[in-house]
């Protein structure tokens, strides 16, 4: 498990590398973002769909730092995933995913 702290000093660090927008999805405005969805009152699945070659690391700092806004102290994320998902309310593509499981303390 890692610490509050370490998520968020590893978020700041790479948010300000990368071009990709920390913002909810609004798939209507971008198709880039995060949403999440209630488990319990202290579980969430947390997904950011980004842009095409941003770096692994920046997917992983924006996934800990909706989490760091979701739980007012300590968490775990798990059941990490990475994969590829289809954008076709635009233009058809491809983009790449995160999902993560929250677990507040």
């Not at 009152?41 to 730092?65: C, E, I, N």
């Not at 491809?94 to 677990?103: A, D, H, S």
Request: hydrophobic content about 35%; some cysteine.
């Amino acid at each position: 498990m890692l610490r509050l702290s370490l998520w968020v000093n590893l978020s700041l660090l790479l948010i300000g590398c990368g071009s990709l927008p920390y913002q909810k999805l609004v798939v209507a405005s971008s198709p880039y973002g995060y949403e999440e969805k209630v488990i319990d009152k202290s579980t969430f699945l947390v997904s950011y769909h980004g842009k095409k070659g941003t770096p692994t690391d920046v997917f992983r700092a924006y996934l800990a730092r909706r989490a760091t806004e979701l739980c007012e102290g300590d968490f775990k994320i798990s059941e990490i995933s990475e994969k590829i998902s289809v954008a076709s309310h635009r233009k058809p593509g491809t983009l790449p995913l995160i999902k993560g499981k929250v677990q507040c303390f």
